[in-house]
């Protein structure tokens, strides 16, 4: 029986890309999304991977949201926190709203979805939970405290909870993506990413999200059972660490 794969954030953008992966892989993958009903179809129309509808950063939410995810495919056993909201703002100009959105979300909603599936993971004796953080939560990044706070903390936690993991069998990294090849992206001025941009990156181009997606599937697999803890930097020598 295939192992399940829940990915959040998982019909656009990177979680698109790893939700295709761990379903090539032999996955049986359900994605979340938050808002947009019409992409979250069309991903489902294109790939067959089942979305489902809430808030990471709402906790009831993920508990009952999971609770149907097992209903349907049976127990997760690979977790992949991928949501991420970004709210950019100088520090002066950064409101508290701004603050909570992106803490509830990029990092709280990280809690919120490990949480309710933590105890049938260690009753299994099995688990995967990857988190998707950033080049930014590594170095900073200015205008995005509350981004560059949230994912650093995404960092922590999964160094923290991999020690309670191992012994029980769960395995828990991070992986930490520089610029990325998205929709996002594309809204940048060429001459900024020609001129600023792609002059800091070593490899002297943007990453793809299916290789992010290949990490993340390599990280799920009984291959890596031993490596637990880890920061995977993906992000073509930009920042070494």
Request: net charge negative; aromatic share 8%; proline share 4%.
């Amino acid at each position: 029986m295939a192992r399940v794969a829940l990915v959040t954030g998982g019909s656009r953008g990177i979680g698109a890309a790893i939700s295709k992966a761990l379903k090539a892989a032999g996955y049986s993958v359900a994605a979340t999304y938050a808002g947009n009903d019409e992409k979250a179809a069309a991903f489902t129309d294109e790939t067959g991977i089942k979305t489902y509808k809430w808030d990471v950063a709402d906790y009831d939410a993920c508990a009952s949201g999971i609770a149907q995810v097992e209903s349907d495919l049976g127990p997760v056993e690979v977790l992949v926190n991928n949501a991420g909201i970004t709210r950019d703002a100088p520090f002066h100009k950064m409101t508290p709203q701004q603050w909570s959105e992106v803490m509830n979300t990029n990092l709280s909603g990280v809690f919120n979805m490990t949480h309710p599936l933590w105890p049938g993971m260690r009753e299994r004796k099995f688990g995967r939970v990857i988190t998707i953080s950033s080049i930014n939560g590594q170095k900073g990044q200015f205008a995005q405290a509350n981004y560059a706070a949230a994912k650093a903390g995404d960092i922590g936690f999964t160094k923290a909870l991999a020690q309670e993991g191992a012994r029980a069998g769960i395995t828990v990294n991070v992986i930490c993506p520089g610029y990325i090849n998205t929709e996002m992206m594309s809204t940048i001025p060429e001459k900024v990413m020609n001129e600023v941009i792609l002059p800091q990156i070593p490899v002297g181009r943007l990453g793809e999200p299916e290789e992010i997606a290949r990490t993340v599937v390599f990280l799920a697999s009984d291959d890596a059972g031993f490596i637990t803890g880890s920061t995977v930097s993906a992000n073509g020598g930009q920042y070494m660490v």
